[in-house]
């Protein structure tokens, strides 16, 4: 899981309450740079009573990869910020924690100035929204080539599905939250889309 949102957010310090590390936490924006990533042991009664009643001779308990990943800025599909890297450290990943600001503090910078969650949200979303259009519209362009020089006809079906990703993102609406078919959905699986993420809020 990815830790993402604005600079600023409490995302490295929400990394270092999950895992018990200490990177640094400062209160300006992109003290954060490069990813830092740590496994954390997920607590589970199951578990413990399985390795009680059991007695296994070894005991594997399940983790949670967590990446605590530069802060997003208005503009970062086109490169602002830390923009591409930002976006790659996110598709590296199987899900995200949003980490949205609501406490005001004026001890604690914010990127657009004052503390507006819901402006917050709409920002991180439309960039991933950008970045997944930016995405879609290359394959789709390899796809409708392939199948109009004869070279992998089976491309059609992925041709039709990644139009109907092109609307759901140009009409402002993220992937993970439509209805698709099975056959779709293995074609989405292939993109491995920024907006098909399942998302917690924290």
Known sequence: MGLVGLP??????????????????DNFPFCTIEPTTARVA???ERYDWLCEHYKPKSKVPTYLEVT????LVRGAAQGKGLGNAF??????????????????DSDVTHVDGEV??????????GELAAKDIEFVEKQLAAADHAVRMGIDKSKAAAAETYRKVLTVLQE?????????TNSEIEHLNEL???????????
């Open 116 to 125: 507006d969650p819901v402006r917050d949200l709409e920002t991180i979303v």
């Open 42 to 44: 997920i607590p589970d």
């Open 8 to 25: 600023n957010v409490g995302k490295s310090t929400t990394f270092n309450c999950l895992t018990q590390l200490q990177v640094a936490a």
């Open 87 to 104: 976006l790659a450290n996110i598709r590296a990943v199987d899900g995200i924690f949003h980490v949205v600001r609501v406490f005001p």
């Open 192 to 202: 491995q889309l920024l907006t098909a993420k399942p998302v917690i809020y924290l």
């Open 68 to 71: 605590d990943i530069a802060g």
């Open 172 to 180: 402002g609406r993220e992937v993970r939250i439509q209805e698709w």
